[in-house]
Structures are given as structure tokens and as C-alpha cells.
């Protein structure tokens, strides 16, 4: 059997490449593609040596493992701060993580099991292997993605708190930075029904509210009720300070998250 180096390397050079690329994107890192070439090259030269390699089972995999780190450490460039060193360990957990998808992959779709010293010899195209691939890595992409938007989205999430007469509520809300809706020179907060019911009393939608405002939506412009209460929102410097607000009530709050839609000047 012949084994032509340069294919070796090559083969090698392609997949830590893309394997390095598609960890730096899954750690949200820039990715410079000088740095991804000399870490692939790199992994490549240590693909054909390693098999010259004598050492013991044991630390043949400290050995891999080790070359593994480093060439994430090529990627990512200098960890001193602790914030780098983070980004550095989560660039190598998605490394390995794609590197042993990719290994299993090859492993369940080739069925390269040795018998008796031999190999099993392949049923399936060598493509499906590379579509195999690609659908695992676009699911890691999708579900690091809504991590990350979930992880955005509760960056502008505060605790609050709601009164309204002798009726205090507890919920989540929302800083809508699109929100800057006033009335006589009082920011506008939107809260659900369900929040509204538990707020303003259970006649909430008989309760006479104290001025309307004009908003425009997709569906046009409408005038919507407004009741006046006190808001308190925590975890801001002021986190004591009570701010007197209009309360109006949406049907269109579809979030489980947060209950309230704060206006841009409540925090």
C-alpha cells in the first residue's frame, strides 16, 4: 500500500482547518485565517509523525490531547487576562467537541472496525460522511446561536416592582430601548393582562383610567388606556428610588420571560 504524504498532510491541514474555524465561530471569536493556516500546518506535521511515535497508550493520548491544546492556544493568541483564559477553554471545548463528532461519524458511517486485522469494507458514499458533518455542525451553530440570544436577552431583564392603590406586584421586565412613549411627562410601561389583573384588581378592565395616550402600531393607531402607579426597578444604582409611571396593558407580550416592557427612561 502507498501513502502519499503530501494527500496526508493535506487531508489533515483541511480538517483541523475547518475544525479550528468552526470552534473560534462557535466561541463568538474573530477568526484570523493566518493564524488557522499555521495552527492546521501544524496539525498536519504532527499527523504524519505521530504515527513514528513510540510511546505507551497512555501517553500517546496525553500527546494528542496536548497537541490539540496548543493549536486552539495558536488560534485564540496570548491568555493572560481571565477573561482570555475563558474564551481560550471554550474555544478547545468546542475543538474537541466537533473533532469527536466528526471522529464518530466516520466511525458509524464507514464501519472501519478491525476483523482479524483487516477492515470492513465501506457500504456507504464518501459524501454522506461530509453531509453527515455539516447537519451536526449546523445544529451546534443553531443551539450555540439561541444560547447566546438567550444569554442577550436576559442582559435587559430587571426585577421589579409594580404599584397600583393598596396592590403591589412582583415580575420581570424588559428594557425596550424602542419604548419612549410619555404622557404628560411620564414614561409609558407596558405590562400583560395577566400582570394587569393581579395589579390593578380583579375589575381591571372597569377600572377608569386616569388618561389615554395614541400609539401607532402595524395594525394602525389606537388609543390606549393609561393608569398611574409607582415603579421600582432592581438592580440599577438607584435600586431604592420609586418612579412614578403609566402602566398600560398589551395582549401582545408573547415573551415567558419578563411581563413588563419598561420604557427606555425608567432605568
Not at 436576559?154 to 430601548?177: P, S
Request: with cysteine; hydrophobic share 50%.
Amino acid at each position: 500500500m502507498e501513502i502519499y504524504i503530501e494527500y496526508a498532510f493535506l487531508e489533515n491541514f483541511l480538517l483541523d482547518g475547518v475544525l479550528l474555524a468552526l470552534a473560534l465561530k462557535a466561541a463568538k471569536q474573530k477568526i484570523v485565517w493566518k493564524k488557522v493556516a499555521l495552527s492546521a500546518s501544524l496539525g498536519g506535521a504532527f499527523a504524519l509523525a505521530f504515527p513514528f511515535v513510540a510511546l505507551a497508550s497512555g501517553l500517546r493520548f496525553v500527546l494528542k490531547f496536548s497537541v490539540g491544546f496548543l493549536l486552539c492556544l495558536l488560534v485564540v493568541g496570548r491568555v493572560k487576562t481571565k477573561k482570555e483564559w475563558g474564551r481560550y477553554a471554550l474555544t478547545s471545548v468546542f475543538f474537541f467537541t466537533f473533532s469527536f463528532g466528526f471522529g464518530g461519524a466516520l466511525l458509524g458511517v464507514y464501519e472501519q472496525f478491525p476483523f482479524d486485522g483487516k477492515f470492513a469494507v465501506s457500504r456507504v458514499p464518501t459524501w454522506w460522511t461530509l453531509v453527515g458533518f455539516l447537519l451536526l455542525t449546523a445544529c451546534v451553530l443553531w443551539l450555540i446561536g439561541k444560547l447566546y440570544a438567550r444569554k442577550t436577552l436576559y442582559r435587559f431583564i430587571y426585577e421589579c416592582r409594580l404599584a397600583f392603590g393598596g396592590n403591589v406586584a412582583y415580575a420581570n421586565g424588559f428594557l425596550d430601548t424602542g419604548n419612549r412613549v410619555e404622557q404628560d411627562g411620564l414614561p409609558v410601561c407596558f405590562v400583560d393582562p395577566e400582570l394587569a389583573y393581579e395589579l390593578l384588581g380583579e375589575l381591571w378592565a372597569e377600572q377608569v383610567p386616569e388618561t389615554e395616550t395614541e400609539i401607532r402600531t402595524l395594525g394602525g393607531t389606537k388609543r390606549v388606556p393609561l393608569y398611574r402607579g409607582t415603579l421600582q426597578v432592581r438592580g440599577i444604582s438607584e435600586e431604592n428610588c420609586e418612579k412614578a409611571v403609566y402602566f398600560a396593558v398589551s395582549v401582545n407580550m408573547l415573551s415567558r420571560e419578563y411581563k413588563i416592557l419598561l420604557n427606555c427612561r425608567t432605568v
